[in-house]
């Protein structure tokens, strides 16, 4: 339970850091155009596959750091499709 890679640590690490940042932007600014919501959702994927590992055949503390950027980067692209509708809308509207 306590034997853990602390470079696997660190890069998930690196990763709880990132996405805060993304979503504050996203709450400050209201925009999300340019985000890719297949991305988001393939690396939510990544996350999900990496908590099956660890439950399957590594369970560690870990695990808990998978879910943490799992829920990041969910909440990240639940606030995609809160804003995309409206940034769609600002859009058009700068066209015309």
């Known amino acids: 339970m306590t034997n853990f890679s602390i470079w696997e640590v660190l890069f998930l690490l690196c990763f709880a850091i990132s996405w805060p940042v993304s979503i504050a932007k996203s709450l400050r600014t209201k925009v999300v155009i340019g ?3 297949l991305f988001m959702s393939l ?11 660890k439950v399957l055949y590594s369970h560690d503390i870990v695990i808990w750091l998978y879910v943490f950027n799992a829920l990041l980067v969910t909440t990240d692209l639940v606030l995609y499709f809160v804003y995309i ?3 769609r809308k600002d859009l058009q509207q700068k066209k015309l």
């Open 35 to 37: 985000k890719s919501p």
């Open 43 to 53: 690396i939510v994927l990544g996350y999900i596959f990496g908590i099956i590992h």
């Open 85 to 87: 509708g409206q940034n």
